[in-house]
């Protein structure tokens, strides 16, 4: 029996909202119209520096996901496909610039492959496909505790001049971070994974908070059709402040909004 | 000036010290006492209002390496469901889970000849989200058989089994993680949180409820393990560690003290 | 009871391994440290893929072999294109897999994030203010709405914050501050449960083999 | 070169797409249908991510061959972290294979004597390893946990206030610290936390979106 669930309504129509205005900006980009200008996440400028020392000091550049940074199946992977959009445009400048790139790969089996594309990708937007070398991809297996010793022992056989660690963290891998600290490296991390954050206040010298990461992701790609996404998200915020906002007061009236709303 | 050396102590000293601090209690045990939160007090409270016969689903991680963080509130609440008379459902989340569970039921005291009777343990499978739905929604449907590779369907091994098929046989949920909202948003039954401090504190909070629900109480890692003996009176390894941890907090708050002692003394420094 | 040497054996590489951990905190560069890190990467990769191996047999293979549930044989054939990265010029075969890969990851982040992680906060952002009962609470619960307002006006891109407005995104910020001040106190404590096992388990060795003391 | 471009790029991108709208519809509608795709597809993710796993095994030895070539040169210490990996490996695929259960095809990773091996070398020491976050926590407070300005003491006290309610002796002689903790936790926390889970809810979905509308490419390879 097919019968439509009326209970969701409001999800149905934040669905309408989001399609919809993502689609009505990229139209606009297709007409060439002008867009707002996004404001310069730090994080990001911090990255052609990290890397930019790292080749001074003739150490590589390490990159972590997280020990079980690439969920693919699961609601995370918007985190993931974020945080390799990062690891492309790190890849595409550490080619530039002739620095070795060490990846460490997350415990997901099934996350490998798109990874080790999209690294394959960014050697050959750099110009450089042969620098690409599968055996800088080092796996560790089942979650953080091998994940950390595995990367540590990263750290002290090859050195580390930069560090960057952004993807679906989480909490427990503290020590790598502070470990790169020790071993006087450049350490840039950030995760959406809220309850993880703190762990990169504690010890990087550059960080995305929060979104930041996501947004990171599009706005490295300097592909107006991704930027300008980030556009139409800003509107999602506004109608999510109206919501907040006029369902409290609404509620205070005395208006059931909650259960009008389906919260 | 002296003040700003502070700032460069060898962190090799602060590890060692520490390391020293968390010795001496655990050899010579002071017995600091220990009060039990709200939060610990109504986990159990909520397991105890079920009548015996009532069915759990326990979602059990397990993993190896957080043992000593949770491994005293698996055994209480093992002890406390079976003496509640509860018929418990075991999902194992984690690799290591199958070797930790026959650790964690042993230390219950679990009678082995009961199971398929009183309790139940599925096979180990990686779980993404999509799998926890799949299985509330039909056990069968993700399962074909339980650990030791005997048909779920099969009443003579496992007469539980017989009594349920997906989550409206369940009457409470004992859960850890992430895990928690999903069953909320799916199916809305009534939840008990267990888990490592990490795993679970964080993402506990916006659903913590003692009186609506849909979870009723929690017990995250650390010393709330020693919490739980306490309430349930199932003393065990949770309450041994309590001095090692009240003395280890005090040093780290001597290292803040000293590490803003040194920022105040390099500051004085930069004035001169 | 006197320890059986296995025991004995047991509790003496329990305590050496910990004991090569904790040699990383001396230096960095140490035999015992890096060999103990070989140890606990080829234990959590083969033994996870044992346990994987099995399963797929006893719980994919097996209903395809006896016909129950031929339909295993997708999720089988997309797991084996993984695979194709390996081969030179066939990496792209794989994009396949990991594409369905994706659409069931979309599928759940839409279907979880939506209601979980932007309708749920909504609502508990209204609940605690309305379900407040002493002033001082509601006093409180409306400070944290405010707070929730102003921490997202961190996240405008667009927008830049000048002038008087930029105090909106300074008391956001503090919000943010404190909320990751509390993260940080969760996992102090938890961190410090599992350096107090691995003490233990250092410390049993000496007690129950040197002193002979019982468990 | 379209044709191939339709095969590498387009195709997978619309395969995600056809995959994912039908769970979507599912949380709208109800439908025998489109509750079994769901579930289907629900049990399959175990599967297949059980199956890949095998990557990762081959990835691990092939870096870890990669690294024994170059630190060639640095004496017998690379040979011997090889050996160890290589030893360890087959010492468990071995006992796996000695203990199993052929009758019931199960191998033998629930022995006793697997369980000896695993708990003594892999127990111990990934506690140790996680155990050492502490003391990390410890250098990393003593470095950054300092009135610098308002931000970092707000994280500072929030902090600390927040783990002396979490220490058992403060809630016995400072019985205030208790309230004062959750307090913190219930405004400061939830406060914060509520706007960051938007934006990454926000975040998350737009990339979502985005992928749904066949723009996001960063997992699809066209040149390689």
């Known amino acids: 029996m097919v019968a439509i669930e009326t209970k969701y309504w409001m999800e149905f129509v934040w669905y309408v909202i989001m399609f919809g205005t993502v689609y009505y900006y990229l139209k606009k980009v297709e007409r060439n119209e002008k867009l707002p200008e996004l404001r310069t996440i730090p994080a990001t400028l911090a990255i052609e520096e990290g890397v930019g020392r790292a080749l001074e000091m003739g150490k590589p550049v390490h990159y972590s996901l997280g020990s079980d940074g690439a969920p693919i199946m699961s609601s995370s992977v918007g985190t993931t496909i974020a945080a390799l959009a990062v690891l492309k445009y790190t890849t595409r400048l550490s080619a530039k610039y002739g620095t070795r790139m060490i990846m460490h790969l997350p415990s997901q089996g099934e996350a490998i492959p798109m990874i080790e594309g999209v690294i394959r990708e960014g050697y050959i937007e750099a110009g450089k496909p042969d620098a690409f070398q599968r055996g800088d991809m080092h796996y560790y297996g089942y979650l953080t505790a091998a994940f950390s010793p595995g990367v540590y022992t990263s750290f002290v056989r090859e050195g580390v001049g930069l560090f960057m660690h952004a993807g679906s963290v989480i909490t427990y891998e503290f020590p790598i971070l502070e470990a790169a600290k020790i071993n006087n490296a450049i350490v840039i991390g950030g995760t959406p994974r809220w309850t993880a954050t703190y762990i990169f206040a504690m010890a990087c010298d550059h960080m995305f908070i929060g979104e930041e990461l996501l947004a990171a992701g599009a706005a490295l790609s300097e592909n107006k059709y991704l930027t300008s996404s980030i556009v139409s998200e800003e509107i999602w915020k506004y109608i999510a402040v109206l919501l907040l906002v006029g369902g409290l007061v609404l509620q205070f009236m005395g208006i059931p909004f909650k259960s009008l709303a389906g919260l | 000036m002296a003040l700003a050396k502070l700032g460069k102590i060898d962190y090799r000293f602060i590890y060692a010290f520490m390391t020293i601090i968390t010795f001496i209690p655990l050899i010579y045990p002071i017995g600091i006492p220990t009060t039990v939160g709200d939060n610990v007090k109504n986990y159990v409270n909520k397991i105890e209002t079920y009548p015996a016969g009532s069915v759990a689903l326990t979602s059990f991680s397990g993993y190896i390496t957080m043992l000593p963080d949770v491994e005293p509130i698996y055994v209480a609440t093992y002890k406390l469901l079976f003496a509640r008379g509860f018929k418990v459902l075991i999902l194992l989340t984690d690799v290591d889970a199958p070797i930790v569970i026959t650790q964690v039921l042993n230390k219950a005291g679990v009678d082995w000849s009961k199971e398929g009777i009183d309790f139940v343990i599925f096979p180990y499978m990686s779980m993404d989200e999509a799998a926890h739905v799949v299985f509330t929604d039909n056990i069968r449907s993700y399962f074909i058989n339980d650990w030791k590779l005997r048909s779920l369907d099969n009443a003579t091994n496992l007469p539980l089994m017989q009594e349920i098929y997906d989550y409206t046989d369940f009457d409470l949920v004992v859960g850890s993680t992430g895990h928690v909202s999903r069953y909320n948003v799916w199916c809305g039954i009534d939840i008990v949180a267990w888990g490592t401090g990490t795993g679970l504190l964080p993402f506990v909070g916006p659903f913590y409820d003692p009186i609506n629900g849909p979870i009723y109480g929690y017990v995250g890692g650390a010393s709330q393990g020693g919490e739980l003996e306490i309430a349930t009176g199932y003393l065990g390894d949770g309450i041994k560690t309590n001095d090692a941890k009240n003395l280890g907090i005090i040093t780290l708050c001597i290292i803040i003290i000293i590490g803003n002692l040194s920022m105040l003394g390099e500051k004085e420094g930069g004035k001169e | ?215 | 070169m379209a044709s191939r471009n339709f095969i590498r790029r387009d195709l997978p991108l619309i395969l995600v797409a056809l995959t994912a709208f039908p769970i979507l519809l599912n949380r709208f509608v109800t439908d025998d249908l489109l509750k079994n795709y769901w579930t289907t597809l629900g049990s399959w993710t175990s599967y297949i991510s059980m199956i890949a796993w095998g990557l990762g095994v081959i990835y691990l030895f092939n870096g870890e061959y990669h690294a024994l070539q170059m630190n060639k040169d640095k004496g017998i210490v690379p040979y011997l972290m090889f050996g160890i990996l290589v030893g360890f490996s087959l010492l468990l695929v071995g006992m796996s294979i000695l203990y199993a259960d052929w009758t019931t095809m199960q191998l033998g990773i629930r022995h006793e004597s697997y369980v000896w091996w695993y708990n003594g070398f892999y127990g111990a020491q990934s506690q140790a390893f996680y155990g050492l976050m502490f003391l990390y926590l410890m250098s990393a407070s003593y470095r950054m946990l300092r009135f610098r300005n308002l931000e970092a003491s707000i994280l500072l006290l929030s902090g600390v206030i927040y783990t002396l309610r979490n220490t058992p002796i403060f809630n016995l002689y400072f019985p205030w610290m208790m309230p004062l903790g959750e307090w913190i936790n219930n405004i400061g926390y939830t406060g914060g936390y509520n706007a960051a889970l938007i934006c990454m809810a926000f975040g998350s979905l737009l990339v979502g979106c985005r992928q749904l509308l066949g723009r996001e490419r960063t997992a699809v390879e066209v040149t390689a």
């Open chain 3, 1 to 215: 009871m006197a320890l059986t040497i296995q025991d004995t054996m047991f509790l003496f590489i329990q305590m050496f391994m910990v004991a090569c951990v904790w040699s990383y905190l001396y230096k960095t560069d140490n035999i015992f440290a890096r060999g103990a890190a070989q140890i606990v990467i080829s234990i959590s990769t083969v033994h996870y893929f044992l346990n994987n191996l099995n399963r797929v047999y006893l719980q994919v293979l097996i209903p395809i072999m006896d016909g129950t549930r031929l339909i295993n044989i997708i999720p089988v054939l997309a797991g084996v294109l993984f695979y194709t990265r390996l081969w030179k010029g066939k990496g792209w075969i794989a994009s396949y897999s990991y594409s369905l890969s994706l659409g069931i990851g979309m599928g759940s982040l839409f279907t979880t994030y939506v209601s979980t992680n932007l309708l749920n906060p909504i609502n508990r952002a209204i609940t605690q203010v309305t379900g407040a009962t002493t002033p001082f609470d509601q006093a409180s619960a409306l400070l944290a709405f405010i707070g929730t307002l102003c921490a997202l006006s961190y996240w405008l891109f667009t927008v830049e914050l000048k002038g008087p407005t930029r105090y909106i995104l300074v008391f956001g910020r503090l919000f943010l501050m404190s909320s990751i001040g509390i993260l940080y106190a969760q996992d102090v404590v938890w961190a410090q449960s599992l350096f107090i096992g691995a003490a233990d388990k250092f410390l049993k060795f000496f007690r129950m083999v040197l002193l002979g003391a019982v468990a």
